[in-house]
Nanobody, 117 residues
Framework: QVQLVESGGGLVQPGGSLRLSCAAS????????MGWFRQAPGKQRELVAR???????AYADSVKGRFTISRDGATNTMYLQMNNLKLEDTAVYYC???????????WGQGTQVTVSS
């Protein structure tokens, strides 16, 4: 099973930017999508951005226009560029991979993003 490791989180002021990375332990093989999820304290995990194997992105309304998802197939790495961060973006961010059977049951440790003044 491919392991995904998230990094790049941190503390940032409102309006700031961060770039998250998701590194795969090996080639991911065939898949339908990769995605970034987040979970804030007391809330359910939500999908904020995904990218198809063909490179087509899709975003949750809450992050549209502020976040950009991308993927580098050569290095098996996915990114999430987050601009104009808001207080409500504070969460642990996770990456995952979806195959025809659905999103993987494996979740890494995630990376903490804290937006605070």
């Amino acid at each position: 099973q491919v392991q995904l490791v998230e990094s790049g989180g941190g503390l940032v002021q409102p309006g700031g930017s961060l770039r998250l990375s998701c590194a795969a332990s090996r080639s991911m093989g065939s898949f339908t999508d990769m995605g970034w999820f987040r979970q804030a304290p007391g809330k359910q995990r939500e999908l904020v951005a995904r990218i198809t194997s063909g490179g087509a992105p899709a975003y949750a309304d809450s992050v549209k226009g502020r976040f950009t998802i991308s993927r580098d197939g050569a290095t098996n790495t996915m990114y999430l560029q987050m601009n104009n961060l808001k207080l409500e973006d504070t969460a642990v961010y996770y990456c995952n991979i979806r195959r025809p059977g659905g999103w993987s049951d494996y979740w890494g440790q995630g990376t903490q993003v804290t937006v605070s003044s």
